[in-house]
């Protein structure tokens, strides 16, 4: 027998003998791991959900319609507070049907101790916003500050701003048509007080609980 068959013979039958030998690797390379190598454990990560709004990256909600829970407390009722989910650019009209989506209605500010929550929570340093359509509305042709709420309750002794765009003591229907009741945080160096401002403006709105 030719000597150099005798030694390749001898060769493969130490390798066979190794529990590290696999014959068939000699011929499949490394196809069995190929495109595997960091997608384990990996998921399509899906948009944040709140409640009804999918909120982008920057805390927008992009749907700011109905699905939302209260989210404030305050005399055994309960509040939806709007720019808290990321809702913040409504005319008054468009505040007023996120509440009705909601299930509530634009919050009446028809007492003195809900003047105090309210205008205290807008104010504040964390978590306040720089204005709040309430639901109340002003007749305008009557040069009246009384002020008609969704509740129907009587409330029109507020704190109203002593100045506006135009430096006059509010409510002044600066824009002929400012039939609706704002709450505005220093918005001209003034504190925490009530505007009168054209409906077609945008802000966050509170629900209130019907």
């Avoid at 506006?164 to 009741?181: F, H, I, K």
Wanted: glycine residues 14%; hydrophobic residues 30%.
């Amino acid at each position: 027998m030719n000597v150099s068959l005798v030694l390749l013979l001898a060769g493969l039958s130490l390798a066979a003998a190794s529990p590290q030998f696999n014959p068939f690797r000699l011929f499949s390379g490394n196809r069995g791991n190929r495109g595997n190598r960091g997608n384990r454990g990996q998921s399509q990560r899906q948009p944040p959900r709140f409640n009804g709004g999918t909120r982008n990256q920057g805390g927008v909600s992009r749907s700011c319609g109905g699905g939302f829970q209260p989210n404030h407390r305050f005399g055994n009722k309960d509040y939806l507070v709007s720019w808290q989910v990321g809702c913040s650019s409504f005319s008054h009209r468009g505040g007023l049907d996120f509440c009705r989506q909601n299930g509530m209605k634009a919050i009446s500010i028809d007492s003195s101790a809900k003047e105090r929550e309210f205008l205290g929570l807008v104010g504040r340093r964390r978590g306040g916003a720089k204005y709040f359509w309430t639901g109340g509305k002003l007749n305008v042709n009557s040069r009246s500050r009384k002020i008609n709420w969704p509740s129907l309750n009587s409330y029109d002794n507020v704190n109203w701003s002593n100045t506006g765009g135009a430096g006059l003591p509010q409510p002044d229907n600066r824009e002929g048509n400012e039939s609706c009741v704002a709450v505005l945080n220093n918005f001209y160096n003034d504190g925490v007080r009530f505007h009168d401002v054209s409906c077609h403006h945008k802000k966050p709105v509170i629900c209130e609980a019907l």
